[in-house]
């Protein structure tokens, strides 16, 4: 699996010292509140985990998946896939995601949540891809600034593969070829 990698673009422990900067942050926001922590499966399950452990709030867990990318292109078509457990009216809503690139992903969650009564919607990225940027949204917390190129680990999968590499990557071009 790692032969499939061009480079490493964020390292574990780099990765691990930006959790802890965020978690910094949310901890000071977040400290006598508790939160519904809305994890977009399934390419943000890695980071909102390792995040959770270093939040110092209470907080419940909850999941939602969203289809909008096929392959390497964004298909700029999002779909509800799996919903909520979790009634999020009157609830402070702390949304994990993996990247926020066209941003169409983002705004369809923020709009449902808030259609939803939500008390607040705030989101927390891993990374950002400001180049891709379609739509005009931002995450409130974001860790790691990234450029216009497809990655893969900690979570971001090409064809469902590679999510579990502990790195941040970009794959060698002959891997898309093959396919
Ligand atoms: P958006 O709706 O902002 O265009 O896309 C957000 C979603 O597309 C992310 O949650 C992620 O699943 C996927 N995505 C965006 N950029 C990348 C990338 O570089 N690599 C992978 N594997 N997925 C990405
Ligand atoms: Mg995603």
Same mark, same amino acid.
């Given at each position: %699996?790692?032969?499939?990698?061009?480079?490493?673009?964020?390292?574990?422990?780099?990765?691990?010292? %930006?959790?802890?900067?965020?978690?910094?942050?949310?901890?000071?926001?977040?400290?006598?509140?508790?939160?519904?922590?809305?994890?977009?499966?399934?390419?943000?399950?890695?980071?909102?985990?390792?995040?959770?452990?270093?939040?110092?709030?209470?907080?419940?867990?909850?999941?939602?998946?969203?289809?909008?990318?096929?392959?390497?292109?964004?298909?700029? =078509?999002?779909?509800?896939? =799996?919903?909520?457990? =979790?009634?999020?009216?009157?609830?402070?809503?702390? %949304?994990?995601?993996?990247?926020?690139?066209?941003?169409?992903?983002?705004?369809?969650?923020?709009?449902?949540?808030?259609?939803?009564?939500?008390?607040?919607?705030?989101?927390?990225?891993? %990374?950002?891809?400001?180049?891709?940027?379609?739509?005009?949204?931002?995450?409130?917390?974001?860790?790691?600034?990234?450029?216009?190129?497809?990655?893969?680990?900690?979570?971001?999968?090409?064809?469902?593969?590679?999510?579990?590499?502990?790195?941040?990557?970009?794959?060698?071009?002959?891997?898309?070829?093959?396919?």
């Amino acid at each position: %699996m790692n032969n499939d990698i061009q480079s490493v673009l964020y390292s574990e422990q780099q990765i691990d010292q %930006m959790e802890d900067r965020l978690a910094k942050r949310l901890n000071a926001e977040y400290q006598n509140r508790q939160p519904i922590v809305v994890s977009v499966l399934t390419g943000a399950v890695f980071f909102t985990t390792d995040m959770m452990k270093k939040m110092d709030f209470k907080a419940t867990l909850d999941f939602i998946d969203v289809s909008s990318y096929e392959g390497t292109e964004s298909t700029g =078509h999002v779909t509800l896939e =799996h919903d909520l457990k =979790h009634d999020v009216k009157g609830q402070d809503v702390l %949304m994990m995601e993996d990247i926020v690139d066209t941003g169409r992903t983002l705004q369809y969650l923020i709009d449902l949540l808030q259609k939803r009564g939500a008390k607040s919607v705030k989101v927390c990225a891993m %990374m950002d891809k400001p180049e891709g940027r379609k739509v005009d949204v931002h995450a409130d917390y974001a860790g790691l600034e990234v450029p216009n190129e497809f990655l893969v680990g900690y979570g971001l999968d090409y064809d469902g593969l590679y999510r579990n590499l502990p790195y941040v990557g970009i794959l060698k071009p002959s891997v898309y070829s093959q396919s």
